[in-house]
């Protein structure tokens, strides 16, 4: 093939990185996943022929030798850099409870992961910024929400009171109330959330949402480490402390010239809840909502990829939100986490099967303000210029 379709001219890809978490201490380490020497490949044990393995291809794909630093700086850094330039970007981490997620996003003390490490670069980046006038911080405003989607509803993570006061329509009280049978009346008290909107450009926002202007490194940690105190968490008998909800970090980096947007996204576990044992009305109909917005993530993913003409963004909160930020006007990443071992292989399979369709979603990035054109030398010196012709037949 010649000519690359109409659709991939120009246009840029999401990546998709894989990353294999190591064994933890209760686990016994077999050979089930593996990493090839060149890091583009994992192998996964077939699990209807044993002897043979599947192939995964990435655009990276890391074992449980690499560091959070080495991820940061190999696949992160050079996105959050371009958002002083006015792109924009949305990293998510997919993947199963235990896989990895809230490590690689969040990480800990010790070993910080993309949150933490994009402030810290974000706010030399801020600093060094030198304005036409000379300002310290080149007049660059830095801003952060911070929520989460649970059950098909937005709550704001910085209003704490809001978030706790839905908490009391909560679980078992409530199902164990229902009378009825009827498996298509949910009884159970659906906590409304925050609305989002439409405003006159058509640019999606979440009306409400809090959205703090931060100035140092330390007055963000301070308000997200308080904040992630109210993510949502349920029991399941797969993770006690498994997280069911969709969290969002949105920054919004404004200097005197451009406007670019980050989105840090640790989504709810992908496995199927079904496979849980969950019992109970309440229970079941959290996993449905959950998996709505994963399952329409994959539909909004796949219709970029085929030039589909409908893209069902409206399908899901997440995918509304995120509209502009998937297929518009942004670069983005999706980290692929996988748990090795036999325990999660069909996990890793279901997992691995989303993100190689994922693999060829084609983007194409748009500077929200055009002043200049850093955007498209930034764009080009990520993913390498011009037509991505080679697949295109
Ligand atoms: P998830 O958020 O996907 O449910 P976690 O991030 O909580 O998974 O990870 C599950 C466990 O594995 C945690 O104890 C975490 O500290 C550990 N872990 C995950 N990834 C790594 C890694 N790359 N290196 C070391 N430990 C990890
Ligand atoms: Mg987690």
């Given amino acids: 093939m010649v000519y690359a379709h109409p659709h991939h001219q120009g246009q840029q890809k999401i990546k998709v990185l ?3 978490r190591p064994f933890l201490a209760h686990e016994t380490p077999d050979g089930s996943v593996q990493v090839e020497e ?3 490949v994992l192998r996964a044990t077939n699990l209807r022929d044993p002897e043979k393995d599947i192939r995964y291809t990435f655009d990276a794909c890391y074992g449980d030798e690499v560091s959070q630093e080495t991820v940061y700086n190999n696949d992160v850094k050079p996105l959050i850099e371009n958002v002083f330039n006015g792109l924009d970007t949305t990293i998510f981490c997919y993947g199963v409870t235990g896989a990895g997620k809230t490590h690689t996003i969040q990480g800990n003390e010790n070993e910080p992961g993309i949150i933490p490490r994009a402030f810290k670069q974000i706010f030399q980046l801020a600093h060094n910024n030198v304005s036409p006038t000379g300002d310290g911080d080149g007049g660059c405003e830095i801003k952060v929400s ?6 098909e509803a937005v709550f704001d993570l910085f209003k704490p009171d809001l978030t706790t006061a839905h908490t009391a329509t909560d679980p078992s009280a409530t199902a164990s109330a229902s009378a009825t049978t009827s498996t298509t009346t949910s009884t159970v008290v659906q906590p409304s959330g925050l609305p989002i909107r439409e ?3 058509r640019k999606i926002f979440i009306a409400g949402l809090s959205e703090k202007v931060v100035t140092t490194y330390d007055q963000f940690i301070s308000l997200y480490t308080t904040a992630c105190k109210y993510r949502r968490t349920g029991s399941t008998k797969l993770n006690s402390h498994s997280s069911r909800s969709h969290a969002i970090l949105t920054v919004q980096v404004t200097t005197t010239t451009t406007q670019g947007k980050v989105h840090l996204i640790d989504l709810a576990g992908s496995e199927d809840n079904r496979k849980t044992d969950n019992k109970g009305r309440h229970r079941m109909a959290e996993s449905s909502a959950i998996n709505r917005s ?3 993530l994959g539909q909004v993913v796949e219709a970029l990829n085929s030039g589909a003409h409908r893209i069902p963004y409206r399908d899901s909160k997440m995918t509304r939100i995120l509209q502009d930020s998937l297929g518009g006007r942004c670069v983005g990443m999706m980290i692929v986490n996988v ?5 999660f292989l069909q996990d890793t399979h279901n997992t691995l099967n989303f993100a190689t369709k994922s693999r060829d979603v084609v983007n194409k990035p ?3 303000e055009i002043v200049d054109q850093r955007w498209s030398v930034a764009a080009e010196r990520l993913y390498g210029g011009g037509v991505r012709g080679g697949g295109g037949g």
């Fill in 18 to 20: 894989c990353r294999v």
């Fill in 366 to 368: 748009v500077v929200n």
């Fill in 339 to 343: 748990a090795p071992g036999k325990a």
């Fill in 146 to 151: 911070y929520y989460e989607i649970y059950k």
């Fill in 294 to 296: 994963l399952f329409v």
């Fill in 199 to 201: 405003d006159v450009n």
């Fill in 38 to 40: 060149d890091q583009k």
